[in-house]
């Protein structure tokens, strides 16, 4: 908790479901972009349509769910679908305006690891995998990152690469024919950051209320690029705090 | 006079229907998963199985720590909002006990494997995996090149699981299983496999499905076996029925980072019960009315009388 009463989770959730405003069709990830996009419901955009890839369009959830799958998400939701319709028909089809992803491991062109830490065959670390990852990283026409920043997080080199960003060759992204153009922006729990459109790299936007571009460097592995209008991020509002703590987070399981 | 003969206990159906080596598919994305006969996998102490699921989840935790699988074919290994699966990671991670064989795809892959395998297709294609290291991990996920426009797409090959268990809200004694809420793959699983078992929250009569057909996701014509369990998903869920025991799912993580803490739940919870009906009598009915749902009916539509 900082001086002037948020948290750096909180910061980041906020700072995530502002960059909801103005998009239509969302698919909801599991962990903080499932609280990101209530938040953002009930804050910055209430016209969001939430898909969950457990086959659900137009969610309008009472609660705020644990998991991805509950029933809170289908009751009064606009459909119900198939899964194989929802991956085919709303995502390859390219309805799916913003996909959001969490990371284990990202690289400076935003290519994301959620498999394994050490080697394929004898992983240190077995992670959940792809999900529907890979799939939304191709298709979402953008894809928004959440995730907390850190030196074994933001990596020079992918253990493996489950979903692919950008490639840092502008000319072979364009040639891809993706109906999703990568990922346009990465939120952490000290930093904002953009792609670059011309190399695709991720580049520093705003740094969070506390925090210095020493603090950000030091919780990477590069050296990132850096916006010419560094800014720092807007402090969370006391409404966003209220309806973060009282109505979508009470035990502050998503926001210590 | 309805044909009851699919009918029987769960004991009855998993003895005759689930075998050692198999491929056994338990689905449900999240909903209606169904714990009931994984316990029953359990405590039949069935050896060298092939699992299938999506999502793995809990079930497939306790039953890989319980030793009944070979191998694992799955697309997200976790315990959603709560935590991992220790028991499987123990496997993959350090072979202890021993090593398990893993084949892994994306959502979109699995989903289309199924497809696939209900379809009697040789393949299914699908716009994912471009510039991924899944490929080079599951040499079984190729490029090809579409005949018509030669677009590169990726091919999966066909699930056919040679048991399917699928849970429903409810069922004929046919097997006619209907369900709501969260589709799962549980339809698409059930067509691609070779034999079928429907656990169901109830049997209803044949005029139920009948009066709401669309409702119908696996025709009893593909059913081998039908079973009554109630809160035979938990601590999944049954949309209508009974909620997500989130609780459970919480409490999971310290019993699965523990192989002790895991075999003491296993000795406790299956193995020292004979059956799904021991085990909710040992949570007690205060227990189920906390997660019991509450109502909210749908719309009623008119199909039309005609002729």
Redesign the interface.
Known sequence: MSANGFSRSEMMIVASARQLAGQRVTFVG??LP?IVCNLALRTSNPELELVY????FGSAPRRL???????T????STA?????EL??FY??AGLVDVGFLGAAQIDRFGNINT?VIGD?E??????????????IA??ARKVFVIMRQGQRSFVETLH?????GH?GDPEHDRA?G?TGSGPTSVVTDVATYAFDEETGEMTLATLHPGVDFDEVRSNMAWDPRVADDVRETSAPTDEELRVLREELDPQGVYTR | MPDTSKVGSLSEAVAELVRDGDTVAIEG???LICFAAGHEIIRQRKRDLTLAR??PDVIYDQMIGAGVARKLI?????N???GSLHA??RR??KADPEPLEIE?????GM??RY?AGASNLPFMP?????????PK?NPNIKRIVSPYDGAEVYAVPPLKPDVTIAHAQRADTSGNAQI??????Q??AAFAADRVIVVCEEIVDEQTIRDDPNRTAIPGLIVDAVVEEPFGCHPS?A??YY??D?RF??NWEPISKDPAALDAWLKEWVYDLGSHADYVEKFGDAYWDALR?GE?LSGRVNYGEYG
Request: with cysteine; glycine share 12%.
């Open positions: 599991i962990g499932n890839e457990s086959g659900i769910p644990l998991s991805i799958g509950d029933p998400l289908v009751t009064g119900v679908t198939s899964m194989y991956f085919a995502l390859q498999t394929y004898h992983p240190k670390t077995r992670l959940p995998g792809s999900g529907g990852a890979c799939e191709i298709h493996f690469r489950t979903s692919p490639s891809r993706w | 994305f999240t909903h999506m999502t799955f697309s997200w290994l976790g959603p909002g709560a499987v990671r993959v991670e892994e795809y994306s959502h979109f989903v289309s497809m699908i716009r994912s995996y471009f510039e991924s290291d899944i991990a709501w809420g969260l589709l799962g793959c339809k698409e869920f949309q209508g909620d997500r989130n799912y919480l749902a909210r």
